[in-house]
Antibody, heavy 117, light 110 residues
């Protein structure tokens, strides 16, 4: 059974840092692009970043460039999102997703990040 | 940054057909595949259609899609109460070098 399980969400102060993790199982992790997508309270879905199978290519939405870093560890079947200089507008449920741009798209249940003082 | 525009809501009686539009530009829908996702708040979004009109296994043929130029659409026929959810289109944008989601459409079954 395919599973993506996010963790690491928490309440953090503005300017703080947080590292999200996504544990993958049930499929060959190192053959898929992986993504982070978020949904702010009462808002729609927003793509955040993605990373190629071998980690050599990464893309980010403009609003997180220079602050967030996506990475993966294929040996551990894990995806990460390092979030620095967090802002109130980064408050959202963060989803880990497999292969957003293919017929194999699959998402986790999400983890909540709240940025507030 | 939602650069794909969808109507905020759509509704129909059980058994009816509803259509949701997704309007983009030449850098996204005009040159790349469109995907549709079904989302119930608090749960994992689920892939409904890929490459404009292909259904993953398990998705009923009540769901269909099309694309023309810089717009795409999702049609739900034989509307059922379980279809009440938020629906999003998404496509790669060549100018932004990133994926862009639609603004989302909430479907209600009357």
């Amino acid at each position: 059974e395919v599973q993506l399980v996010e963790s690491g969400g928490a309440l953090v102060q503005p300017g703080g840092s947080l590292r999200l993790s996504c544990a993958a199982s049930g499929f060959t992790f190192n053959t898929y692009w992986m993504h982070w997508v978020r949904q702010a309270p009462g808002k729609g879905l927003e793509w955040v970043a993605n990373i190629k199978q071998d980690g050599s290519v990464k893309f980010y939405v403009d609003s997180v460039k220079g602050r967030f870093t996506i990475s993966r560890d294929n040996a551990k079947n894990s995806l990460y999102l390092q979030m620095n200089s967090l802002r109130a507008e980064d408050t959202a449920v963060y989803y880990c997703a497999r292969a957003l741009g293919s017929g194999d798209g699959f998402w986790g249940q999400g983890t909540l990040v709240t940025v507030s003082s | 940054q939602s650069v794909l525009t969808q109507p905020p809501s759509a509704s129909g009686a059980p058994g009816q057909r509803v259509t949701i539009s997704c309007s983009g530009s030449s850098s996204n829908i005009g040159s790349n595949a469109v995907f549709w996702y079904h989302h119930l708040p608090g749960t994992a979004p689920k892939l409904l259609l890929y490459s404009h009109n292909q259904r993953p296994s398990g998705v009923p043929d009540r769901f269909s899609g099309s694309k023309s130029g810089t717009s795409a659409s999702l049609a739900i026929s034989g509307l059922q109460s379980e279809d009440e959810a938020d629906y999003y289109c998404v496509a790669w944008d060549d100018s932004l070098n990133g994926y862009v989601f639609g603004t989302g459409t909430k479907v209600s079954v009357l």
